[in-house]
């Protein structure tokens, strides 16, 4: 989770404003959390403390509103509901709060199935749960020793390059001239998991999530987590005091529990 919550802080500042370098500076004093580590938080606090998840989502929706979270129109509209109910979305925010499911459970039946419910409180629609259930998977795969060639078969079993655009087959010199802005899991996953194949470190991944044209923060927040799992830690020596510095109080000590 520690991944996803810095690479959302990292690309928070490019997300409206790519780059599309690898030669830029992780943090800045711009930098900041979005809705990309308050849900992830949430989702976490669910997982650890139990309750509804739609109503833990909607507490920290209210605790954290817009803008400070950033969220879409659709998603602000559900946390305000009084009976909010799934919209049908294949947006890749269910697949940017889901890294905690990864990490949390040993069991690979645990861990699709708590994925999956906790993408079906807004993102029923099957490639919305996919890209959650892919994502925590991946983390899962890297956790329990996998190599990059088991999770980049993985992936492109989900997402074959026949249908899908950006699948994960695509090389990132061919993505970098062919990607636009996407904010389906479809268009986003495959994309933040070549970033990782193509890696060498958790801060090389980073690097080539920002060589796109991309909805960075969230990319960042899905593949890091990944690559943090794969590579065994961020690489920031400093890492707790930059979540204490980025996170605020409540955030942060549920993180570190």
């Known amino acids: 989770m520690i991944g996803a919550l810095a690479g959302d802080i990292i ?3 490019y997300e409206f404003n790519n780059i599309k370098t690898k030669d830029f500076p992780l943090f800045s004093k711009e930098s900041f959390y979005t809705d990309d580590s308050i849900m ?7 997982l650890l403390h139990g309750g509804d998840l739609v109503r833990v989502m909607q507490y920290y929706g209210s605790k954290y509103p817009f803008p ?19 919209y049908n979305s294949w947006g890749n925010g ?35 749960i996919k890209g959650a259930v892919v994502t925590a998977v991946c983390i899962w795969m890297a956790r329990h020793g996998k190599t990059k060639e088991d999770i980049f078969q993985y992936v492109l079993e989900q997402y074959p390059a026949e249908k899908y655009e950006y699948s994960i087959a695509v090389p990132l010199d061919k993505l970098e001239k062919i990607y636009q802005w996407n904010e389906t899991c479809m268009g986003s996953v495959p994309a933040a998991m070549r970033c990782f194949y193509e890696s060498d470190s958790y801060e ?24 943090e799992e794969y590579y065994g830690w961020t690489g920031f020596y400093n890492e707790d005091e930059l979540l204490k510095k980025y996170l605020d109080a409540n955030l942060y000590n549920l993180v570190k529990l």
């Open 204 to 227: 090389s991944f980073l690097r080539n999530v920002f060589r796109l044209k991309c909805d960075s923060d969230i990319l960042a927040a899905i593949g890091g987590a990944v690559a």
């Open 94 to 128: 269910s697949a940017m709060r889901v890294s905690f499911v990864g990490e949390h459970f040993d069991a690979l039946e645990d861990v699709i199935s708590m994925a999956e419910k906790s993408a079906e409180v807004t993102h029923n629609h099957p490639e919305g």
């Open 68 to 86: 400070m979270g950033g969220y879409g129109a659709r998603f602000d509209k559900w946390l305000h509901e009084k009976n909010p109910k799934p």
């Open 40 to 46: 992830t938080i949430a989702v976490a606090d669910w």
């Open 11 to 13: 690309g928070s500042v």
